[in-house]
């Protein structure tokens, strides 16, 4: 198996939007086609180009990315078939190398996210009603602080 962590590159948008919909799918149950299809235009239009991108890739493939607003992680997305093989652990990890703390948001309906992060040492700080654009889905804010 050979892992690679690399910059994203504009080229990778279409695989990084079509892993992100098969990542949602899979994961997501909570959202509607309606809901998916509008995040999935934000995330074209603007989510991907603001945040720093970082892809993970098994033999050349892409198997997840982050996305990173300095040391707050926007986007963490692992293909559907990949889950579970700890490639999500992999791309913490190396946000872990670069900062001592570090915050994310998590959907409180995707509670195997919330037992990932859990896992990897996040601690619940807080909690919204509503997610980033104001849609009724509960988000959970986590923080890590490294020892």
């Known amino acids: 198996m050979q892992n690679k962590l690399r910059k994203a590159v504009p080229s990778d948008k279409p695989m990084l939007l079509a892993l992100w919909q098969r990542s949602v799918q899979a994961t997501h149950h909570f959202l509607t086609k309606q809901d998916i299809e509008k995040l999935h235009q934000s995330l074209s239009d603007e989510w991907l180009d603001q945040v720093e991108l970082w892809l993970l ?3 050349n493939q892409i ?19 990949q889950q579970g093989n700890g490639y999500g652990q992999q791309l913490i990890n190396f946000v872990k190398q670069k900062y001592q703390q570090i915050y994310l948001d998590v959907n409180e309906q995707n509670p195997n996210a919330l037992a990932f992060y859990q896992k990897q040492g996040f601690k619940i700080t807080g909690r919204s009603d509503v997610d980033g654009q104001g849609n009724p889905f509960p988000l959970l804010h986590l923080a890590y602080q490294a020892t």
Do not use: A, P, Q, R
């Open 57 to 59: 890739t098994n033999n």
């Open 63 to 81: 198997v997840g990315f982050i996305g990173l607003d300095d040391n707050h992680v926007e986007m963490l997305f692992i293909d559907d078939k």
